[in-house]
């Protein structure tokens, strides 16, 4: 079992900066592609943003492109997600998450999540 604990949510105004990181800790021995979901109230779970183990490839939504960048500290099994520029719409729970197998199949792991809160 991998445990993934964030951190780092918060409310800020819009247009402020906010870093999330998440740690993975327990079976962290083999190599997990790990990302970033968010859920807003009414609204599905979207994939924001995931970096691969290896070659550390990013991918974003197209509403985060531009504003957010992800970054992944191997030896610290820990994931952070940069975003800049927030915006109202960026408010909602994020949750991080981990794949043992490709970022396009349902996560093996996800944290319990952190909310970010975006103010106009």
């Known amino acids: 079992q991998v445990q993934l604990v964030e951190s780092g949510g918060g409310l800020v105004q819009a247009g402020g900066s906010l870093r999330l990181s998440c740690a993975a800790s327990?079976?962290?021995?083999?190599?997990?592609?790990m990302g970033w979901f968010r859920q807003a109230p009414g609204k599905e779970r979207e994939l924001v943003s995931a970096?691969?183990?290896?070659?550390?490839?990013?991918r974003w939504a197209d509403s985060v492109k531009g504003r957010f960048t992800i970054s992944r500290d191997n030896a610290k099994n820990t994931v952070y997600l940069q975003m800049n520029s927030l915006k109202p719409e960026d408010t909602a729970v994020y949750y991080c998450?981990?794949?043992?197998?490709?970022?396009?199949?349902?996560?093996?792991?996800w944290g319990t999540g952190t909310q970010v809160t975006v103010s106009s």
């Open positions: 327990g079976r962290t021995s083999r190599p997990y592609n």
């Open positions: 998450a981990a794949w043992s197998g490709l970022i396009d199949d349902t996560p093996d792991y």
């Open positions: 970096i691969t183990w290896t070659t550390g490839t990013p």
